[in-house]
């Protein structure tokens, strides 16, 4: 199994889900927020790159869905000055196994990646804030220090 260094925002229900689903699959987790930590572009890159920059975006996030900012008219040195900013505008969770990232939780590519329970394996994508999916509040507000 693998060692995961999962960044979250803290208090996100749809991350604890995550976490929990790979710890099912025997994954040793190594939790981070996303929020405190000392990101330069060079670090989000590493997680990013691969992906076109309208994907760099939590669609969650209000800025985002409130239509503020609108990642598919941003180029790449604009949208990393937002996410570096503002971290909760970066798309989570973002993960770290042995130098290989991902960034998102479809648990298809997960599975092919590190390995889920058969069950886990077959959910599909299980990104987006999990409590703004129903009638539920939103997930809680970053606290003092947290962006």
Same mark, same amino acid.
């Given at each position: 199994?693998?060692?995961?260094?999962?960044?979250?925002?803290?208090?996100?229900?749809?991350?604890?889900?995550?976490?929990?689903? $790979?710890?099912? !699959?025997?994954?040793? @987790?190594?939790? +981070?927020? &996303?929020? #405190?930590?000392?990101? %330069?572009?060079?670090?989000?890159?590493?997680?990013?790159?691969?992906?076109?920059?309208?994907?760099?975006?939590?669609?969650?996030?209000?800025?985002?869905?409130?239509?503020?900012?609108?990642?598919?008219?941003?180029?790449?040195?604009?949208?990393?000055? $937002?996410?570096? !900013?503002?971290?909760? @505008?970066?798309? +989570?969770? &973002?993960? #770290?196994?042995?130098? %290989?990232?991902?960034?998102?939780?479809?648990?298809?590519?997960?599975?092919?990646?590190?390995?889920?329970?058969?069950?886990?394996?077959?959910?599909?994508?299980?990104?987006?804030?999990?409590?703004?999916?129903?009638?539920?509040?939103?997930?809680?507000?970053?606290?003092?220090?947290?962006?």
């Amino acid at each position: 199994m693998a060692t995961v260094t999962f960044y979250e925002k803290p208090g996100c229900a749809g991350n604890r889900q995550q976490k929990a689903l $790979l710890e099912a !699959a025997g994954h040793r @987790l190594v939790v +981070r927020s &996303l929020l #405190a930590e000392p990101w %330069t572009a060079e670090r989000l890159l590493a997680f990013l790159a691969p992906l076109p920059v309208s994907e760099w975006f939590n669609p969650s996030a209000p800025a985002v869905r409130d239509g503020h900012i609108v990642p598919e008219r941003l180029d790449a040195p604009a949208a990393m000055a $937002l996410l570096l !900013a503002d971290p909760l @505008l970066i798309r +989570r969770p &973002l993960m #770290a196994v042995d130098g %290989t990232h991902m960034v998102g939780f479809d648990s298809f590519a997960v599975d092919a990646w590190i390995g889920l329970e058969p069950a886990a394996a077959t959910r599909g994508n299980l990104e987006g804030c999990a409590r703004g999916r129903g009638a539920h509040a939103p997930c809680p507000a970053p606290t003092a220090g947290e962006h």
